[in-house]
């Protein structure tokens, strides 16, 4: 079998531990963060995300910065 190079990525949106409370995660208070989102990276991007303090959050803030900026795009 011939890899691609390809790895997968699993970035959660649901909070773990159902004590926690959202605004210990960085977002809006009134975003619930309920929904999750998978995709596949290569392994590389894969390993860098990993690395982060916070890698679901670096996540969430390189999506948002992203949907932000292709609205302001004409």
Do not use: W
């Not at 990525?9 to 009134?30: A, L």
């Amino acid at each position: 079998m011939v890899s691609s190079g390809l790895s997968y990525i699993h970035v959660s949106t649901q909070m773990s531990n159902r004590k926690g409370k959202p605004e210990n995660f960085g977002n809006q208070p009134s975003k619930e963060l309920s929904d999750q989102l998978s995709f596949r990276v290569t392994k590389e991007m894969k390993e860098e995300v990993k690395s982060k303090d916070d890698p679901p959050e670096f996540c969430r803030r390189a999506i948002q910065e992203a949907l932000d900026k292709d609205k302001k795009a004409p």
